[in-house]
T-cell receptor
Framework: DAGVTQSPTHLIKTRGQHVTLRCSPI?????VSWYQQVLGQGPQFIFQ???????GRGNFPDRFSARQFPNYSSELNVNALLLGDSALYLC????????????????FGQGTRLTVV | QKEVEQDPGPLSVPEGAIVSLNCTYS??????FMWYRQYSRKGPELLMY????GNKEDGRFTAQVDKSSKYISLFIRDSQPSDSATYLC???????????FGRGTSLIVHP
């Protein structure tokens, strides 16, 4: 059974450009969350989507946006890239939209390593 | 002050040692506590999950939560070189389903 898949795995962009990152959740999972992990730090929450609706948004500027498609896959878009956007972007999927529990494990993908130069 | 504090390490131990990893937190509303393991260049993997105070054991791993002290721990017995990774604590309230992560502790188990 395939896990959470993210594409691309690595990406190099120039300041001011736009980037789209993609995530396919585990089959049957309807919730997708996005996190930014800067080197040496823990993941910081960006967005959570459940059944194509935004359920939560972290403290990130409007340059960050996301959406979830009918097949539950998701895209994270970042406009006007800054050097500080360089990070590992993680996607996590879960069975239910609400939380991480004994019967609702959160599974992370391998991430997309974004470098802004 | 961050909501969740975690010493980044690195923590270097010999194979077979008992490892103790810890996090402190400031939000008394946190009720769900998790430990993730992250290997280099990989995504985090959920290792242990605990609700409220108490202990939970799973094989070589034991998670402890002391809500009165706002302190959680992960113990690894008989540590192996394959345990070398970054260990992230995470926690959330009952009302919010978004966990807050610590910065992670880098663990190195040498043969």
């Amino acid at each position: 059974d395939a896990g959470v898949t993210q594409s691309p795995t690595h990406l190099i962009k120039t300041r001011g450009q736009h980037v789209t990152l993609r995530c396919s959740p585990i089959s049957g999972h309807k919730s997708v969350s996005w996190y930014q992990q800067v080197l040496g730090q823990g993941p910081q929450f960006i967005f959570q989507y459940y059944e194509k609706e935004e359920r939560g948004r972290g403290n990130f500027p409007d340059r960050f946006s996301a959406r979830q498609f009918p097949n539950y896959s998701s895209e994270l878009n970042v406009n006007a890239l800054l050097l500080g956007d360089s990070a590992l972007y993680l996607c996590a999927s879960s069975l239910l939209g609400r939380g991480w529990g004994v019967d609702t494990e959160a599974f992370f993908g391998q991430g997309t390593r974004l470098t802004v130069v | 002050q961050k909501e969740v504090e975690q010493d980044p390490g690195p923590l270097s131990v010999p194979e077979g040692a008992i490892v103790s990893l810890n996090c402190t937190y400031s939000n008394s509303a946190f009720q769900y506590f998790m430990w993730y393991r992250q290997y280099s260049r990989k995504g985090p993997e959920l290792l242990m999950y605990t609700y409220s105070s108490g202990n939970k054991e799973d094989g070589r791993f034991t998670a402890q939560v002391d809500k009165s002290s706002k302190y959680i721990s992960l113990f690894i017995r008989d540590s192996q070189p394959s345990d070398s990774a970054t260990y992230l604590c995470a926690m959330r309230t009952g009302g919010s389903y978004i966990p807050t992560f610590g910065r992670g502790t880098s663990l190195i188990v040498h043969p």
